[in-house]
């Protein structure tokens, strides 16, 4: 009885965060737009040969933000409404301005890190990731699962979310479980949300690395698109001309900063996101993307360090797999995609993760103790 009082105590006070911090993002939201149209208004407003009507009036976009915006002809590219945009890490601020804030630079201690997974995968997958990655950053790390577990629940106490959404591998499921992962993130407080897959090595002294080289009270969307182009969808909802935009692939790793974060609440918190999912039908980093790039007209920053299983991992470089962010495997029977790397035989260590952790942490309790060295 104490206990089911509790969850519904947790739950309440969950959904007034997230309803104060809807009206404080659709406030922020909303003098954001004034502001822009002020600034349209101010360059226009002057000119004696058309303003807005003027095409070649509009201000031209800096080259740094022209990566991708090849659009298909039945899109719209009338800069006055909209324009996909990508940009790559090494054209923002140099990681090296680590005076953030005025304050302090960002320690893991700062950053909310989410597994998604689903109950057929906790032992296959899930544990492989909590006896290596995991054992690094276990305070900061979150598991999102569609399944009560007490097995897993003795090994990661207070940080296993049963998100009681379906256990099928379909779209709403997924998006379903980021939802959750939003909101507990939203609720943390932290300065950074960085989701992976059940399937991803992460690198959290990199990531903590990449990290402190960006502001969280600026909007930041980190990640790597598995496309070399801005995704097409149409709108179910609201028929129109086709979306395009631009989303970091979920099983690669993606972070998002508190400020931007913040921003998505009215289009994320609170189960929304599954609401933004069923516009476009896809999955839950494609609806993330959607919400990021096409609603809030924000770009995507690509780090080349992070890695997903949809690339050809055997490419990277023995001698640069220290300094990757994150990285994957593939193995069906059709296909296997794994990195190469030296360390245990393939027979011991089928994906590779175990030799990727102990080349990044050697001296490690969990490297020491493995028998297999």
């Not at 007034?16 to 659709?26: C, E, Q, R, Y």
């Not at 502001?35 to 009507?53: A, C, R, T, W, Y």
């Amino acid at each position: 009885m104490m206990t089911n009082i509790c969850h519904r105590k947790n739950r309440l006070k969950i959904r007034i965060s997230i309803l104060i911090l809807t009206v404080i993002a659709l406030t922020s939201i909303f003098k954001e737009v004034s502001l822009s149209i002020l600034h349209v208004e101010k360059n226009f407003s002057d000119k004696k040969d058309g303003g807005l009507n003027n095409f070649t009036n509009f201000p031209k976009i800096p080259i740094k933000h022209q990566l991708g915006l090849e659009m298909s002809n039945n899109l719209t590219t009338d800069r006055t409404k909209f324009v996909v945009v990508l940009r790559r890490a090494s054209q923002t601020k140099a990681p090296s301005d680590l005076k953030l804030d005025g304050n302090r630079v960002t320690e893991l201690k700062d950053i909310f890190i989410s597994i998604k997974t689903a109950s057929q995968n906790h032992v296959s997958r899930l544990q492989l990731l909590i006896n290596t990655w995991v054992q690094q950053a276990k305070n900061q790390t979150y598991i999102f699962t569609d399944q009560r577990d007490e097995a897993l629940e003795n090994v990661m106490a207070g940080h296993i979310v049963n998100t009681n959404c379906s256990r099928d591998h379909n779209r709403r499921s997924l998006v379903c479980k980021m939802g959750h992962e939003f909101d507990m993130y939203i609720v943390s407080e932290l300065r950074w949300w960085c989701h992976v897959d059940d399937d991803t090595y992460l690198n959290v002294k990199e990531l903590v690395r990449l990290l402190a080289g960006y502001r969280h009270t600026e909007d930041w969307y980190l990640g790597k698109p598995s496309l070399d182009h801005p995704i097409e969808v149409i709108n179910h909802v609201n028929p129109g001309p086709k979306l395009a935009f631009w989303f970091a692939t979920g099983g690669a790793g993606f972070c998002v900063s508190r400020a931007l974060a913040l921003k998505m609440v009215p289009y994320a918190g609170g189960g929304r996101l599954t609401k933004a999912g069923d516009q476009i039908r896809l999955p839950d980093d494609c609806t993330i993307g959607y919400i990021i790039n096409s609603l809030l007209h924000k770009e995507l920053t690509v780090i080349d360090k992070f890695h997903s299983h949809l690339e050809a991992l055997w490419r990277i470089s023995p001698a640069d797999i220290i300094t990757q962010i994150s990285l994957s495997y593939l193995m069906t029977k059709e296909r296997t995609n794994i990195v190469n790397v030296p360390g245990f035989p393939v027979e011991k260590d089928p994906t590779r993760l175990w030799s990727i952790h102990c080349l990044i942490h050697p001296l490690s309790s969990e490297c020491l103790r493995h028998v297999d060295r």
